[in-house]
Every structure is written in structure tokens, then in C-alpha cells.
């Protein structure tokens, strides 16, 4: 479908234009034609993994919990997380889940994931499938019980996620009385608590999602403590807003279209760096999976260079532990770094 997108966005490039430079006013749901070009007016993201997280590491089995650690550096004894990474981090953007894997791998703690994939439950509540939702909900919770029963030996302190619609939907869950006394942090966040972070990373912008999963301060200073401080924020949602764009692209090109404005403007402060070129691509980082896709949409609409979208755990990991990380990680978890226990 993405491909097809895509194709579809290059056939109809001349259109697709002159929609996003002057988007109609929204009276109602626009006619079919007008919305088939809002729907490929911009660019889903390509090169996209073509295996999820969990197939390369061989973990679909909904019936073990992987415990992935470092069997040279961890014991039993070692700080041990629960990390849920959604719909969008394993399954869509897998490198994302690979990354956050592979940061807390380098972060010297035991990670247990929950046995199969899982959605939350958000995106049926938001929806308007509330039966639906909660069914999950409990199906879920009811799992972690039997989880957390199964592992009670690793004394959990801390839920880990990589996406803030998430972490919304998991703040529900009652966590503490599934893992008794443990927290729900963000990745980033859990990161710079452990003090991995970079001191001049490069130059940046960042978008903050309107599910932000960072909490524990204002989002920017921990971008900018986990990266430096050239990083300018980029104000405006990116329009993808989870199902929006697939229910009313006639509504989310107007929102791209605010957002535009937003990045030039960001990137004519960026490159008043120095060291940032006239027409060097710039790098938009953000912590939410619908924000990846939605801000990929926007590669080609720089006035110099291209916008390449990613994350912020993906950059500090290619950074930290080189352009293999993702290569390296999956053959070092796959060399006996993974337990898998029935639950």
C-alpha cells in the first residue's frame, strides 16, 4: 500500500503540488477526486525495514517472554526493564524498537519484552471502539500479571516505552500494582537518567509529538541534554496525527501546510550554525512512530537539501554505536543474548 502511494504521489506530482501550495478551505469531506490527491499530495516514507524487530530476532512466539541481555556483563541480579514497544516501533518503524533494544543493551540492563506483538489499545479507544479497546486492555493486563508472576525474581522497577500514544494508553494499565512500585518513562528520558548522551551530536531540529512521552521536564532540554545544544524546536503538529491522514487527508494537508512553514523557517535557523551547510540536508528528529511517518512526508520541500526524518534513539544509536548498530545488535542478541521463558 505504501509503495503504491508512493508511485501513485510521483504520477500525480504536478496536482499533488499545486493542492499542498494553496489547500482548499475543508466545508465538510471533500469530493473523491480532491481527496485521492490529498491522500498522495506528499510522500509516505520508503526504504522501510522489511522485517519487524521481532522476526530478526526470532521472538514471535507469544507463548516466552524474551529477557534480552548481555550474557558477558548481566546477571539475574542485573536492573531489569519491561519495555512495550507498540505498533509503530516494532512492527512499522522496527528500527525503532531495534534501537531502543539496542541502547538499552548498551545501558547494561536485562530487557524483557512482552510475549508476541501487542497493541495498546489507543488507536481502537480513539476509534470510538471502546468495547473493542477495553477487551484488549484487559486481555493485556491480564498477561502482564501472568508476566510479571512468571519473572517476579527480576523485581521490575521500570516500564520502558518509545512512543508517547503509548505511554498515554499504559498510564491506564495500573503498572504499579502489575509490576508492584515500578514507573513508566521514556526511552530518552530513561537514557539521560543513566547519563548516555552526547555532547555535539550536530545540528537539529526537533519536533515534539502531540503524544509526547517525555514528562519528566520540558521535552527540549532533554533533547538537548541527550544531543547538545544545536537543536531548535519546530513548532506545529506534523498533521499525520495517527489515522487523520488515512480518514481526512483534506484536513491534514492544511495541517502539513502550517507545518511547512514551520520547518523553512526552522532551517533557515539551522543553517546560521556554523558548521551547517547552505544546502546540506537537514535532520528532523522526533520520539513518536506516527511523527516519523508524518514528518517523512516532508523530505522534499526543504529550500536547500532534503529533510530527513528519524529518531532521536536511532540517531544516538548510529552515533554511539556505529553505522552497523542495527547488524551488530541483532547478531550479538541472536549469540545467546536472548532467554526465552514460557509463560
Known amino acids: 500500500a505504501i509503495k503504491a502511494q508512493r508511485m501513485t504521489a510521483d504520477v500525480l506530482k504536478v496536482m499533488g503540488r499545486k493542492q499542498t501550495r494553496a489547500p482548499p478551505a475543508t466545508l465538510g469531506t471533500a469530493p473523491i477526486k480532491e481527496q485521492v490527491i490529498h491522500f498522495i499530495n506528499k510522500k509516505l516514507p520508503g526504504g522501510l ?13 507469544k507463548d516466552y517472554v ?13 536492573e531489569a526493564v519491561f519495555y512495550f514497544p507498540g505498533c509503530g516501533s516494532e512492527r512499522l518503524f522496527s528500527q525503532v524498537g ?20 501487542l497493541c495498546c489499545g489507543y488507536p481502537q479507544r ?11 486492555i484487559t486481555d493485556n493486563r491480564v498477561l502482564f500479571h501472568r508476566v510479571a508472576n512468571t519473572l517476579n525474581y527480576l523485581d521490575i522497577k521500570t516500564v520502558v516505552v518509545s512512543c508517547g500514544t503509548c505511554y498515554d494508553q499504559l498510564q491506564g494499565y495500573k503498572f504499579e500494582e502489575i509490576f508492584p512500585g ?11 537518567e543513566k547519563g548516555i548522551t552526547l ?37 506545529r503538529c506534523c498533521g499525520e496525527s495517527g489515522t487523520l491522514a488515512l480518514n481526512r487527508p483534506d484536513v ?34 522526533t520520539s513518536c512512530p506516527a511523527c516519523l511517518q508524518g514528518l517523512s512526508r516532508f523530505g522534499e520541500d526543504l529550500q536547500n537539501g532534503l529533510l530527513e526524518a528519524d529518531y532521536i534513539v536511532v540517531e544516538m544509536a548510529r552515533q554511539i554505536l556505529g553505522d552497523q548498530w542495527m547488524p551488530d545488535y541483532v547478531k550479538l542478541a541472536n549469540d545467546g543474548g536472548i532467554e526465552r521463558v514460557l509463560v
Request: hydrophobic letters at 35%.
Open 66 to 78: 524474551p529477557i534480552i541481555r548481555n550474557p558477558k556483563t548481566t546477571t539475574s541480579e542485573t
Open 199 to 235: 555532547a555535539n551530536a550536530g545540528a537539529f531540529l526537533f519536533h515534539d509529538p502531540c503524544h509526547s512521552p517525555m514528562k519528566l521536564q520540558e521535552p527540549l532540554k532533554t533533547v538537548k541534554a541527550l544531543l547538545g545544544d544545536n537543536v531548535i524546536q519546530s513548532e
Open 98 to 117: 531495534l534501537a531502543t533494544q539496542a541502547m538499552l543493551w548498551h545501558a547494561g540492563v536485562q530487557t524483557v519484552l512482552p510475549p508476541g506483538y
Open 182 to 192: 515500578c514507573r513508566i518513562i521514556d526511552i530518552h528520558e530513561y537514557l539521560l
Open 252 to 285: 491534514s494537508t492544511q495541517v502539513r501546510f502550517r507545518k511547512e512553514e514551520e520547518i523553512l523557517k526552522g532551517e533557515a535557523q539551522l543553517r546560521q550554525i556554523p558548521g551547517v551547510g547552505a544546502r546540506d540536508n537537514i535532520k528532523m528528529l
Open 126 to 136: 480513539g476509534g470510538g471502539q471502546f468495547d473493542k479497546a477495553e477487551k484488549m
Open 49 to 61: 525495514p522489511k522485517k519487524t524487530a521481532r522476526a530478526l530476532l526470532d521472538i514471535e512466539d
